[in-house]
């Protein structure tokens, strides 16, 4: 190899570790992240027995660009599914939680961990996925949301809708002037990443609710795509309620995690009745 050819391939590899955006050294002890703050030493590569200091972008800049280009990979299928499935579906309540803002309580330290997991393993084509059950209002729906929210900041495709709206959403397709067919709806279903299904068995079962709700799992299960779900019902209860065929289907797909936590909505409502008759036995009210 020529010097020059030696010269250009040290360039070229200098040019990959410095792209987007680094800057050149202007600091021997490195660059201070200006979105994270984090101090970035500079790098010493060593290319045919050269050695040069090289100043690469902080690793939060590199995860960004990453979620980025799958945003953009995404765009197409995205826009289909957010057509029809709104953000917004997640709710407002539900929006901004996290694993971190998550209420660890005796009884769900499992179920946390396991949900955790689950999205640092994150594989759209892995259909092995999550079924958390127990009582109702014990943060199952908190867990289901924030493996929602931490998969969407990494630029995955997630639907995530609780049982009883995703019936509603396709019967109102049934109406003659509604824009969106069945069909519409179930494509999005089939293709987003990952559909979370919140509070299953919650519905009313009919013939209509059982032949929808496992049209749209087996289609899952059909394309390998996982489905993450929650139900206040145990697994033998959704068989009961909903038939084996639903029963089989879910559970094929999905690794049942019981949420041994009593209910935080209960625990709360506790503590507020006892703070009131405190504050009436103190005469205070
Ligand atoms: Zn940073």
């Known amino acids: 190899m020529s010097h020059n050819q030696s010269t250009d391939l040290m360039n070229q590899l200098v040019d990959n570790i410095t792209k987007n955006g680094a800057t050149t050294l202007s600091n021997p002890d490195g660059v201070v992240c200006v979105h994270c703050g984090t101090l970035v030493p500079p790098l010493e590569v060593e290319v045919l027995g ?3 200091t090289v100043q690469p972008v902080c690793k939060c800049v590199t995860k960004l660009q990453a979620a980025e280009q799958k945003r953009f990979e995404n765009y197409q299928r995205e826009k289909d599914v957010r057509r029809l499935f709104a953000i917004s579906d997640v709710g407002n309540r539900y929006q901004n939680v996290t694993f971190t803002n998550f209420t660890v309580r005796p009884g769900t330290e499992n179920s946390l961990k396991l949900a955790k997991h689950y999205v640092s393993r994150f594989n759209k084509e892995n259909p092995n996925a999550l079924l958390f059950f127990g009582e109702p209002g014990n943060g199952k729906t908190h867990l289901a949301a924030a493996v929602h929210n931490a998969l969407v900041a990494q630029g995955h495709v997630i639907v995530f809708i609780s049982m009883t709206d995703l019936l509603n959403k396709i019967k109102s397709t049934f109406n003659k002037a509604a824009k969106e067919t069945q069909d519409d709806i179930l494509k999005a279903l089939a293709v987003c990443d990952l559909l979370i299904i919140d509070d299953i068995g919650a519905e009313k079962i009919s013939d209509w609710v059982e032949e929808t709700v496992y ?3 087996d289609t899952r299960y059909r394309c390998n795509r996982p489905v993450v779900a929650t139900s206040n019902l ?9 038939g084996s065929r639903i029963h089989d289907r879910l559970l094929e797909m999905c690794q049942p995690v019981y949420n041994a936590a009593t209910s935080y909505r ?8 006892q703070h009131l008759s405190k504050l009436i036995q103190t005469g205070e009210i």
Do not use: P, S
């Open 234 to 242: 145990t697994t033998d209860e959704i068989c009961a309620k909903l």
């Open 266 to 273: 209960k625990e709360l409502a506790q503590k507020r009745t």
């Open 215 to 217: 049209r749209i799992l």
């Open 50 to 52: 050269r050695k040069r």
